[in-house]
């Protein structure tokens, strides 16, 4: 409640917020009050069993607020059940220009264009390295989301996540391809199941010979449902294990704001909770789904579930809702 009613409305009134997010993130990372007030942020505990790992409840934080995998300890303490760390691409690169997140709070929606700025999988792999050295939580599990570098041609993307993949693979409980962010030129083109056949066969065979591990495709709201049945026998083929749905949506009419890029929040919840219904039907529940979208309360958590979701994340919650946000998402 003070967060909603005082510290937001001062934070959004006053500053960019890409400006809010390094701020808000190193408070998170260094200062000694989220420790000592962390009690008091955890939900309940209903921990699930999903490809041989443990999750302490089904509530993640989704990919694209922790890209360096420098919050993970910070995110447990705010009560998650697990973190997708990146998209992590395999040569660092800077993202768009700035300004490049925006705010439409009368919808509850954030539009972003980031085009993935990150550190590079070389870097945030010594990095997760380093983290696994020296803070061991079996039930917290770290996914990986890896994209396409920025200056890999389309028909080299195949090499370019393969690179990322085998980089980062030891150091990440399961793995998410994201062929579906607006941001990136051309990238949501390998959604088509010719372009992807290519990348998920050469990260399954890469897969195979490190020692199976979860790979998951993410994909984007925007897609036909003829293409995600598509998608979901290349899945079935190549046995991927699971999938995320969805990404931010291209479709900008439930909004004023005039600004290109990725729409979160509100405006994409029920979108993504068709399609993660879609998914389940097609699939005859079989297929494990994350399902992420404009989750803010319980009851749109529940949506997700009752959807056929095994896993649920938010991002955009999290900015509107503050530090309470599991806590409240998880329990009615
Ligand atoms: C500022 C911002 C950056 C994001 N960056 C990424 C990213 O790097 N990789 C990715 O797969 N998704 C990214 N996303 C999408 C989220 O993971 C999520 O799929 C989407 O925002 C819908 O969930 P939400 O409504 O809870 O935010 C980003 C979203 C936002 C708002």
Not at 135 to 154: A, C, F, R
Request: glycine letters at 8%; a positive charge; proline letters at 7%.
């Amino acid at each position: 409640m003070i967060y909603e009613k005082i510290l937001r409305p001062i934070l959004f009134k006053t500053t960019d917020p890409e400006s809010i997010h390094h701020t808000a993130s190193f408070i998170l990372k260094y200062s000694p009050v989220l420790p000592l007030i962390a009690p008091l942020l955890q939900p309940k505990d209903e921990p699930v069993k999903l490809w041989d790992l443990t999750f302490r409840n089904r509530l993640g934080l989704a990919a694209g607020f922790d890209k360096e995998a420098t919050l993970i300890k910070a995110f447990y303490r705010l009560g998650f059940g697990h973190t997708e760390v990146g998209t992590i691409t395999r040569h660092a690169q800077p993202g768009n220009p700035k300004p490049r997140v925006f705010r439409c709070p009368s919808e509850q929606g954030l539009v972003n264009r980031m085009g993935f700025p990150n550190s590079g999988a070389d870097v945030i792999a010594e990095r997760l390295t380093r983290l696994r050295l020296v803070w061991g939580k079996p039930d917290y599990p770290i996914g990986v989301n890896i994209g396409k570098s920025k200056v890999t041609e389309l028909h080299e993307a195949a090499n370019d996540y393969l690179y990322s993949f085998e980089k980062l693979h030891a150091v990440g409980d399961y793995f998410v391809v994201n062929v579906s962010s607006p941001n990136t030129p051309g990238l949501r083109n390998l959604q088509s199941v010719e372009s992807l056949r290519p990348i998920l066969s050469a990260l399954q065979a890469a897969n195979d010979k490190l020692g199976s591990k979860p790979l998951l495709l993410k994909i984007a709201p925007d897609l036909a449902l003829d293409d995600i049945a598509a998608i979901l026998s290349l899945i079935t083929e190549l046995k991927l294990h699971g999938i995320v749905a969805t990404n931010t949506t291209i479709d900008h009419s439930a909004i004023t704001l005039k600004e290109t890029g990725g729409l979160s929040g509100v405006p994409v919840r029920k979108k993504s909770t068709d399609i993660i219904h879609f998914i389940a039907k097609e699939t005859g529940g079989k297929l494990p789904i994350i399902g992420v979208g404009g989750v803010f309360t319980h009851d749109d958590f529940l949506e997700k579930i009752d959807a056929g979701a095994s896993l649920v994340q938010l991002y955009t919650g999290f900015i509107y809702r503050g530090p309470f946000t599991a806590k409240r998402v998880l329990n009615r």
